[in-house]
């Protein structure tokens, strides 16, 4: 019975050794990562920028082109009208292809902004064909109603576009926290999603973190960027798969946001 046991545990460490030894890191970034999510450049933008200064962690599920939907969560910053939002890393293993990831800085009251890429220490300039110009509120019908943790005021408000076009969206200002909106839900278009706010900080980010850092090499687009992006790291998951190993050598860089005071 012992030695019956002793060959188990012998092969079952030969399959686990091999396993190990097939690993090749997994794809990091695809077409499309470089697009800035809607309620960072859409009509959206227009309830996140009229405020003193916050910094926050939020969530949503945005819809992609086949229909599913596709969560998103980061980090959210806000500055006299700029924001700034790093997607919160999706890969969970240590040993991921490269450490750090895009970042995405808009000036909504320009209407531009720029994609940043910490692998390739990059940037691209960014920005919207349709702007927001407008924000009625519907301040009659408001309501008394917890979200996120916060007691706030429900509004219905309705974003006109310089297209002709708008964009309806309820929202939930928080009392306790100078009426941020801790919940924002659009509630007409193709595109709807929720956005949730968490871990919310009523401070004024550094100015220094809303433009792209000195040595940052520009991009003509933010596509080439990305192109180049997603070639070199097919470079290095081949690299990786010759040689059977797991971890790829590639520049690992410190997070640019890692500057920020805490």
């Known amino acids: 019975m012992k030695s019956l046991l002793r060959l188990l545990l012998l092969a079952w460490a030969v399959v686990a050794v091999a396993g190990c030894a097939s690993k090749v890191p997994k794809e990091v970034f695809h077409a499309g990562d470089e697009v800035p999510p809607d309620f960072l450049s859409g009509p959206a933008a227009a309830f996140l920028t009229n405020l003193d200064g916050f910094s926050a962690t939020v969530s949503c ?9 596709h969560p998103i ?8 009208g700029r924001l700034i939002f790093q997607p919160a890393n999706r890969a969970k293993n240590k040993k991921a292809l490269w450490e750090g990831g895009m970042i995405f800085i808009w000036d909504e009251s320009s209407h531009f902004g720029y994609v940043l890429s910490d692998p390739l220490q990059a940037y691209a300039r960014i920005s919207s064909t349709v702007q927001p110009t407008n924000v009625l509120w519907k301040a009659d019908a408001a309501v008394q109603e ?3 943790g916060h007691p706030c005021r429900r509004l219905e408000a309705v974003v006109g576009c310089d297209d002709g076009s708008s964009a309806r969206f309820m929202v939930w200002q928080a009392e306790d926290a100078k009426r941020l909106p801790v919940r924002i839900r659009s509630i007409s278009g193709p595109r709807q999603f929720t956005l949730d706010f968490s871990n919310i900080r009523l401070d004024l980010p550094a100015p220094e973190l809303f433009v792209p850092p000195e040595g940052f090499t520009k991009y003509a687009t933010s596509v080439a960027l990305m192109n180049e992006l997603i070639l070199r790291q097919t470079e290095l998951i081949k690299s990786a798969g010759l040689h059977g190993s797991e971890e790829a050598p590639g520049p690992t860089v410190p997070t640019w946001r890692q500057g920020q005071p805490q």
Do not use: F, K, M, Y
Request: proline share 5%.
């Open 146 to 148: 917890q979200a996120n």
């Open 61 to 69: 599920s945005l819809p992609s082109s086949g229909g599913q939907l």
């Open 73 to 80: 969560s980061g980090d959210l910053l806000e500055r006299e």
